[in-house]
Nanobody, 125 residues
Framework: QVQLVESGGGLVQNGGSLRLSCTASARTSQYIMAWFRQAPGKEHEFVAAIGWSGTATNYNDSVKGRFTISRDNAKNTIYLQMNSLKPEDTAFYYC???????????????????WGQGTQVTVAS
């Protein structure tokens, strides 16, 4: 069983930056890791995924060029650097993991079997 704990959320102004972290309770170097988000009244939305070594990444078109996902396997931690934040980025951000996936092309929440509790990101206009 892998437990995931997110941190780094908060309130930021339009155009600002935040860095989210997600630390796992076990070794996750062979896991595909991802970030999802959920805005009030909406479904979970894929944000980004990262492969085992950190070389392969996949992004939702809405965050490409603004967000960067990375990982530090020595710390069992992944990150989401969010720049040029917009009010529409406001959501609860979740970290997810799967040891069963082969690549970063999986973007549905049902593809991932481990989830964190989430952290709130609010972008003020």
């Amino acid at each position: 069983q892998v437990q995931l704990v997110e941190s780094g959320g908060g309130l930021v102004q339009n155009g600002g930056s935040l860095r989210l972290s997600c630390t796992a309770s076990a070794r996750t170097s062979q896991y595909i890791m991802a970030w999802f988000r959920q805005a009030p009244g909406k479904e979970h939305e894929f944000v980004a995924a990262i492969g085992w070594s950190g070389t392969a990444t996949n992004y939702n078109d809405s965050v490409k060029g603004r967000f960067t996902i990375s990982r530090d396997n020595a710390k069992n931690t992944i990150y989401l650097q969010m720049n040029s934040l917009k009010p529409e980025d406001t959501a609860f951000y979740y970290c997810a993991a799967s040891g069963l996936l082969a690549d970063v092309t999986y973007t549905h929440r049902n593809d991932y079997n481990y989830w964190g509790q989430g952290t709130q990101v609010t972008v003020a206009s």
